[in-house]
Nanobody
Framework: VQLVESGGGLVQSGGSLRLSCTAS?????????MAWFRQTPGKEREAVTY????????ICAASMRGRFTISRDNAQNTLYLQMDNLKPEDTATYYC??????????????????WGQGTQVTVSS
């Protein structure tokens, strides 16, 4: 499976962005658990949120609850991350990741075998 993120950019503090992640390859998107992670230079990759094949959502970090929302459109093979009330500390490269329906999704990056190339989000103060 190939994953391609888009939608990153520069935004002012308090602004919003919506990231997209499109999946391709010999795979049924609806059979994939999907997740968003983020990473800043010199730090470990941090889990943001994940969504199961059935649409159940989990936020992995309390700092993002109420501001970040994950969603999916199986007909479009696309995962989304709506980010509202962005803060400078949200600046990072954001990655989507996936694991199959046979492997429960978690907030651990090691549980995801497939990753996109990332999209940069920069929040100015």
């Amino acid at each position: 499976v190939q994953l391609v993120e888009s939608g990153g950019g520069l935004v002012q503090s308090g602004g919003s962005l919506r990231l997209s992640c499109t999946a391709s390859g010999d795979v049924t998107f609806g059979h994939l658990h999907m997740a968003w992670f983020r990473q800043t230079p010199g730090k470990e990759r941090e889990a943001v949120t994940y969504i199961t094949t059935r649409g159940a959502k989990t936020i992995c970090a309390a700092s993002m609850r109420g501001r970040f929302t994950i969603s999916r459109d199986n007909a479009q093979n696309t995962l989304y991350l709506q980010m509202d009330n962005l803060k400078p500390e949200d600046t990072a490269t954001y990655y989507c990741a996936t694991t199959s329906r046979y492997r429960p999704p978690t907030c651990s990056s090691g549980d995801y075998p497939y990753w996109g190339q990332g999209t940069q989000v920069t929040v100015s103060s």
